[in-house]
Structures are given as structure tokens and as C-alpha cells.
Nanobody, 123 residues
Framework: QVQVVESGGGLVQAGGSLRLSCAAS????????MDWYRQAPGEQRDLVAT???????NYADSVKGRFTISRDNTANTVYLQMSSLKPEDTAVYYC?????????????????WGQGTQVTVSS
């Protein structure tokens, strides 16, 4: 199996910055891609940013130009650098990974989620 742990959330004033980290661990053969999602109270969970194994990235329109996703392949870690934060960025941020992992003598793929980290932006 694969474990996913986020860190780096907190309280910040509007216009400020935060950096989230997410580490995947376990019997990993390959990380295919890693995403950041967020969910505000009473809202659906939305995709924020994606980074592919080759380094390609995609962003939600609402965060383009303000957020940057990056990845350390050697450490199976993904980061989300958030700048120019707005109160509407307040949410629980979740990391997810699509990974191929060892199970016995074979490999299988699955999608794994972290427990989430709270980001609160005050006005």
C-alpha cells in the first residue's frame, strides 16, 4: 500500500504565502502523477493542480499565476507553493497520488489520498 501525508497548512493573511508539502511512502514502484485538491465548507472537492511523472503541470483557472506545483521524484514528494492568497482559497487541501506499488511479486496501481491540511486565509 501507499501512504500519503500532507503538511504545511495554517492561518495566513490575504496576500500572504504558504507552502504545502505531500510525501508518499510505502512499497512504491512508480508515482504516475500527484494532485492537489481542495474542499471548502459546504462545497465539492475541486482539483487545484496536477503534476505528471514527466513534469507537466495543470492548474485550475482560479489559481493560475498564483500557485505553483512542483515535485521531488527522488523523495516521492510534491509541493504546492501558494502566493497572493485570497480568503476564497480557504479550504482543506488534499494531496492524492496515482501510484504503482509492489504487492508480493507483482505490481498494482491505485489512487491514494492524504488526510488533508487546513488552509485559512483571513481578510
Amino acid at each position: 500500500q501507499v501512504q500519503v501525508v500532507e503538511s504545511g497548512g495554517g492561518l495566513v493573511q490575504a496576500g500572504g504565502s504558504l507552502r504545502l508539502s505531500c510525501a508518499a511512502s510505502g512499497n512504491i514502484f512508480r508515482i504516475n502523477y500527484m494532485d492537489w485538491y481542495r474542499q471548502a465548507p459546504g462545497e465539492q472537492r475541486d482539483l487545484v493542480a496536477t503534476i505528471l511523472s514527466g513534469g507537466g503541470t495543470n492548474y485550475a483557472d482560479s489559481v493560475k499565476g498564483r500557485f505553483t506545483i512542483s515535485r521531488d521524484n527522488t523523495a516521492n514528494t510534491v509541493y504546492l507553493q501558494m502566493s497572493s492568497l485570497k480568503p476564497e482559497d480557504t479550504a482543506v487541501y488534499y494531496c492524492t497520488t496515482r501510484a504503482t506499488y509492489y504487492r508480493g511479486s507483482s505490481t498494482v496501481s491505485g489512487t491514494f489520498w492524504g488526510q488533508g491540511t487546513q488552509v485559512t486565509v483571513s481578510s
